[in-house]
């Protein structure tokens, strides 16, 4: 029931944002390989198969994208569409960085 704020990004800077938020997964292949695998029975053998191959070959920027397209953003969609109240406020992001942040949350604080 609470208030909602929607954020966007473009995926290329969520992508990157997600490398530096999960160094500390991609660092540990046993713990990106865990990660990968509590998503089994919610993903595809294959799609999981796909993931793991882009992990091994340490292509974690396509391993990033992959997620958002064809896990989170959707599971994300399905939350939204089981609401029907609009978000009070949307705030379109082009990147992560420090000074982007703190002016969503300048944004925040002074129209929430």
């Known amino acids: ?3 909602r704020i929607e954020v966007t990004m473009p995926d290329a800077a969520r ?3 997600l490398l530096t938020a999960y160094a500390d997964v991609i ?3 046993g713990t990106l390989a865990a990660a990968l695998g ?3 029975g919610l993903q595809s053998k294959e799609t999981l198969t796909e993931w793991a191959a882009l992990a091994g070959e340490g292509r974690f ?8 397209h064809r896990h989170y953003d959707p599971l994300y969609a399905r939350t939204r569409k089981r609401r029907e109240d609009a978000p009070i406020l949307e705030i ?7 000074g982007d942040l703190a002016r969503a949350a300048k944004q925040i604080l002074s129209e929430a």
Do not use: G, H, I, V
Request: charged residues 20%.
């Open 1 to 3: 029931a609470a208030p």
């Open 38 to 40: 509590r998503l089994k």
């Open 27 to 29: 660092a540990d292949a």
């Open 61 to 68: 920027r396509q391993l990033a994208l992959e997620l958002m």
């Open 92 to 98: 379109n992001l082009n990147s992560a960085s420090a």
């Open 15 to 17: 992508a990157d944002f």
